[in-house]
């Protein structure tokens, strides 16, 4: 397969195009900057990867089997409204240059399959629903890019197979989630970050990266998928299993104005979460290796 990837200098863009490159996959990096991406695939480690800023996507995405889509600014930083917007022209920008360049592709050099990323963000935030495929949008902010986002990746041409990967918190040592939770731990003696009841809808990027995978390779990974582990748990616990697999005490916590002083109204990606279910994962015969969040924990932590 060759296969493009906005996004793939990112946290799970990195981990996906290891696992691609261990199956022998032809791998195009569709990147904002060329010499940020030559850094972080070198030639030498990376033979025969090719590395594209965006006048030269057209030519990596004709031709490509399959294109997979994470491109967007983080965010987890504090939130301003020209954050917010681009935040959200980001995700829509880069999906719908993406989906045009596909369906502008001659019919023979057309990719056949587009996994594009969409986030867990998409319900809405709850202490008490549960979410699965089928359940409908929230009304926040986030809920509203992913919609757009979505739908965005939804306009590609008929023949090509779309994947939605609603994707949950992420689990991996070299950046995401823990990379933001972990100093917070060491600052505030750990603890819970808020009230410690929100939901926390993980998964561990080998997962994910698996999960993408299979929405690559199987043509029964279509619309919308879950991207969360199978045991979501609230963010206390969350904080607890950390706080035990780090040695260190989980009884401070981190109180909302701290969080809210830090990350402006972006804290509520922290402050309030969703229990989010992988329903369809599961009825596709997908295997999670982590299933429990004390166990991704270990294996990231060891
Ligand atoms: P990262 O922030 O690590 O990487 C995202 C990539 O997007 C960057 O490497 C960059 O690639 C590109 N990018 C960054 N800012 C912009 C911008 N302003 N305009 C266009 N492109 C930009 O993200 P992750 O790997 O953590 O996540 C990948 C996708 O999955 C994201 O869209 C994210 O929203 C989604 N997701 C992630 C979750 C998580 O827990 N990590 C949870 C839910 C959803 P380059 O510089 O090469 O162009």
Request: glycine share 8%.
């Amino acid at each position: 397969m060759t296969v493009s990837v906005t996004g793939a200098t990112g946290f799970i863009g990195r981990k996906l195009v290891q696992r691609l490159r261990t199956d022998n996959h032809s791998i195009r990096v569709l990147t904002r900057s060329k010499s940020k991406a030559e850094q972080i695939f070198p030639a030498k480690d990376f033979p025969g990867i090719v590395i594209a800023e965006e006048s030269d996507w057209k030519d990596c995405v004709q031709g490509s089997t399959a294109v997979v889509n994470l491109a967007g600014l983080p965010i987890s930083t504090r939130w301003s409204p020209e954050i917010k917007k681009e935040i959200k022209d980001s995700r829509i920008r880069v999906t719908s240059k993406v989906v045009d360049l596909i369906n502008n592709s001659p019919a023979d050099a057309r990719p056949t399959v587009l996994v594009s990323a969409t986030a867990v963000g998409y319900y809405g935030t709850s202490e008490t629903g549960v979410f699965d495929e089928n359940s409908p949008s929230g009304k926040d902010y986030l809920a509203e890019v992913c919609r757009e986002w979505e739908g965005t990746a939804l306009k590609a041409n008929k023949d090509v197979r779309v994947a939605l990967i609603r994707i949950g918190v992420v689990l991996g040592k070299d950046g995401g989630a823990l990379a933001m939770m972990i100093p917070f731990f060491q600052m505030f003696a750990g603890g819970p970050l808020g009230s410690g009841q929100q939901w926390f809808s993980w998964i561990h990027v080998d997962d994910l990266v698996n999960l993408i995978y299979e929405a690559l390779t199987n043509p029964s990974y279509k619309g919308v998928i879950n991207g969360t582990a199978p045991n979501p748990v609230r963010l206390g616990e969350m904080c607890q299993q950390l706080g035990s697999v780090l040695s260190r005490p989980s009884w401070l916590p981190v109180p909302d104005f701290a969080l809210k002083a830090l990350l402006g109204e972006g804290a509520t990606v922290v402050l309030e979460g969703q229990k989010v279910l992988p329903v369809r994962a599961k009825e596709l015969g997908f295997e999670f290796k982590y299933k429990y969040v004390k166990d991704a924990l270990r294996a990231i932590m060891q």
